[in-house]
């Protein structure tokens, strides 16, 4: 097994550690209250860090494979919202279980990935086809986590 790739999936483990926690502490209140900046409210922010996990596996796959991703910023957005409308109405329980199921496919995907596998260079459609390694990916769920929660966490608490 490849250390950088444990590094990246203890890494992501940790940040969905903490998302599913705040998941499962979250009151119906808090649950609802909007997060400053995102548009969204807590809840759907939670659940869109939890959805975000397959279409990053799938991402992280195809650069590791040299194909690359074909999808857009604009594709992105898109889906983003529609996503919003969806997941408007979903439970904490419901979110902290996806956040569960999703994160253990994703981080055991990265844990998989060979040196090789992170070195190798392909383009990323949402960067503009900027070509780049599958490490810098690799470690973009984890980040995107952290960011979302930490949003999540400061409307939360907010009275």
């Given at each position: ?115 090789g596998d992170l070195d190798r260079s392909a383009p990323f459609g949402p960067a503009g086809g900027r070509a780049f390694p599958t ?25």
């Amino acid at each position: 097994m490849s250390e950088r790739a444990a590094a990246l999936a203890d890494d992501f483990a940790r940040a969905n550690a903490e998302a599913v926690g705040f998941a499962r502490s979250c009151g119906d209140e808090a649950w609802a209250r909007p997060v400053p900046g995102e548009g969204w409210t807590v809840g759907v922010v939670l659940h869109h860090i939890a959805d975000s996990y397959a279409q990053s596996r799938r991402w992280v796959l195809e650069m590791a494979r040299g194909d690359g991703v074909t999808d857009t910023a604009a594709l992105i957005d898109e889906a983003n919202a529609a996503h919003a409308e969806r997941a408007a109405s979903v439970t904490a329980a419901e979110t902290a279980s996806l956040l569960e199921q999703a994160g253990a496919l994703l981080e055991a995907t990265l844990r998989a990935l060979s040196d090789g596998d992170l070195d190798r260079s392909a383009p990323f459609g949402p960067a503009g086809g900027r070509a780049f390694p599958t490490a810098e990916l690799a470690a973009v769920p984890a980040r995107h986590t952290r960011e979302h929660l930490a949003h999540a966490r400061a409307a939360a608490s907010a009275a």
